[in-house]
């Protein structure tokens, strides 16, 4: 599994994990923010009254209302990158990682609006009624002219419908049941893998229905699930008042040098905070991704700038609202910093020759330059020797878990027996990596991250204890819609590419492929998601800000066709 996820991260390494891939993502959200007037600002209100249903007619052509297209793009994007994303990014960034997300939601605000706005107006009508839309469609249909020639960006179109494809299991399957079951694990104890084969089934019965039933489904489970979270999200920040102040502090305070080590979280510069906010950010509210536009097609609808504007309100619910809930839940607790008990995965060990002390501020330095590639250190091969489940030769090097040092370490044997034996003898260690075949269970004290962290932290409030029921409760809701959501999307990007008939096919591999991630490595599954995420990102990226043009002359017609037929109500400046 090490090997595996050393190969992914070489691979992501070039492309979500690269230096320029965040520049590119929020440079070409500043560049409409200025080239169309700061649209996320200018069209907020009108927004909330386009969704609201102030402007909806039965007789337009589409398949669902504008409120049901938010909600199922909503289901789309809330889900496991609010709950265990916050997380991930804070443990790998600091607070200051959740600065860089609010920046990309705001940014990512415009940006949607562009990218959905295109979609609708480019969409088409398929054999069976239904309407399909998303980059892949406008990039195919818009053309424009180059060297006098009308041309258009087919080529780009069936790279970006292949990538969401990839990207429906990187975002929408795998990531998603790999949470849930990790935190029922956690939280009920439940096996991963009833878990997941429970909520596979139920996952096929709801695909098949097309996208009228996923609509008519998330439509009432993203406001339930709201409700749900928030209650237990304010019982925790209220219940930690005094810490909310010191909390906004550090995500603000450190943005340009990165976080300072605190606790058992050993710090992340500047780049790396940067980096793994505006990644964690694209996966939360996925705006410039180019999903949200596939569920916005079917949006009933005669002007494409309308549903443009609802999904302004997407990047600002999702990252800016329920993102800043999470990590303030996060900060206020105080657990983000501490270590916890838990279960070691092997892709997040490291051993390191040489032993290094927490106590001490130059070892601490030399492992923070280490974690933040800075200045690599020696990683250790060797042996780990254990006796009644400890080990013994401690002195020969430093025991790295999830950023952080790991303490109390025990080890078992991993046998599926019911009561854990205690693990005699000797590990193979290569390149500070575990290479022994022998199972084993490795428990300890380090830093924890994604949704058990979460859950961590709900358990630090009114609630007590309880609170970690609301996490599993509300992540099973969040997570299982994300599921449902890009199931549709990958079904239109098969659609595209192969014709309806390939569909069912489809749904069957991200079927079975749902219920296979529930129980493998999680660090694995988050890398592989991040790789996904990029590949459909950067076509739809060139994609948009080529039809730049186009989209400024949209927003003018939208004009034009308001105050041809509401004369009477009060809009923005067009123009």
Same mark, same amino acid.
């Given at each position: ?12 390494? *070039? ?24 649209? %996320? ?28 297209? #938010? ?57 069976? @009624? ?90 009432? #489970? ?9 209650? @237990? ?93 999470? @990590? #303030? ?35 601490? %330095? ?65 390149? @500070? ?81 749902? *219920? ?60």
């Amino acid at each position: 599994m090490q090997e595996v996820n050393n190969f992914l991260i070489f691979i992501d390494s *070039f492309i979500g994990s690269a230096t320029w891939f965040p520049y590119a993502l929020l440079g070409t959200g500043l560049f409409f923010t200025i080239y169309l007037k700061f649209p %996320q600002i200018r069209f907020f209100k009108h927004a909330l009254r386009i969704v609201s249903g102030k402007f909806d007619r039965s007789d337009l052509p589409g398949d669902t209302s504008h409120f049901q297209a #938010l909600a199922t793009a909503l289901s789309g994007t809330v889900g496991t990158g609010n709950i265990a994303g916050v997380a991930f990014a804070i443990h790998l960034g600091g607070p200051a990682a959740l600065f860089w997300m609010l920046i990309t939601a705001v940014l990512g605000m415009c940006t949607k609006f562009v990218e959905v706005a295109l979609s609708h107006k480019y969409r088409t009508k398929l054999d069976d @009624g239904s309407m399909a839309g998303g980059p892949m469609y406008y990039m195919r249909n818009a053309t424009f002219k180059l060297r006098g020639k009308k041309v258009n960006l087919k080529w780009l179109a069936a790279i970006f419908a292949f990538a969401t494809v990839l990207s429906s299991f990187g975002t929408g399957s795998l990531p998603q049941i790999n949470s849930i079951s990790s935190t029922l694990l956690a939280t009920f104890g439940l096996d991963q893998m009833i878990t997941g084969a429970v909520l596979a089934v139920l996952l096929g019965l709801v695909i098949i229905g097309g996208i009228k039933r996923i609509a008519a489904v998330t439509s009432k #489970l993203v406001p339930g699930m709201a409700i749900i979270y928030f209650i @237990g999200a304010f019982a925790v920040i209220f219940y930690n008042a005094e810490n909310i102040i010191p909390s906004l502090i550090a995500i603000f305070g450190d943005i340009f040098t990165g976080s300072a080590a605190t606790g058992g979280f050993i710090g992340a510069n500047l780049a790396f905070a940067f980096n793994r906010g505006v990644n964690r950010g694209l996966f939360s509210n996925e705006a410039g991704q180019g999903s949200a536009p596939i569920a916005h097609a079917s949006a009933k609808a005669n002007e494409p700038l309308s549903e443009g504007m609802v999904a302004i309100l997407e990047p600002f619910i999702d990252t800016i609202i329920i993102c800043t809930v999470t @990590g #303030l839940v996060l900060l206020s607790s105080g657990v983000w910093n501490q270590k916890h008990i838990n279960q070691f995965e092997y892709s997040e060990i490291e051993l390191l020759s040489k032993q290094f002390t927490e106590d001490n501020p130059e070892h601490v %330095q030399k492992i923070y330059n280490h974690l933040n590639d800075e200045e690599k250190l020696a990683r250790y091969s060797g042996a780990i020797e254990v006796e009644n489940g400890k080990i013994t030769n401690t002195n020969e090097f430093t025991f790295i878990h999830a950023r952080s040092f790991a303490d109390s370490v025990t080890i078992y044997k991993n046998e599926g027996l019911l009561v854990d034996e205690l693990f005699t003898g000797s590990i193979n260690i290569q390149n @500070g990596n575990i290479s022994d075949d022998t199972p084993l269970k490795i428990i300890g004290q380090s830093l924890v991250h994604s949704s058990p962290l979460t859950a961590l932290a709900f358990n630090q409030g009114y609630f007590g204890d309880w609170g970690q029921y609301i996490v599993a409760i509300g992540l099973l809701l969040f997570a299982f819609s994300t599921a449902i959501s890009w199931s549709y999307y990958g079904d239109r990007a098969m659609t595209y590419l192969f014709g309806t008939k390939s569909v069912v096919y489809y749904r069957i591999v991200y079927v079975v492929a749902f *219920f296979f991630a529930s129980f493998q490595d999680t660090t694995i599954i988050w890398t592989l998601s991040a790789i996904t995420i990029a590949l459909m990102t950067i076509p739809n990226l060139i994609g948009i800000i080529w039809l730049r043009k186009d989209m400024k002359n949209t927003i003018r017609d939208y004009g034009d066709f308001f105050e041809k037929n509401f004369p009477g109500e009060k809009h923005p400046k067009f123009k």
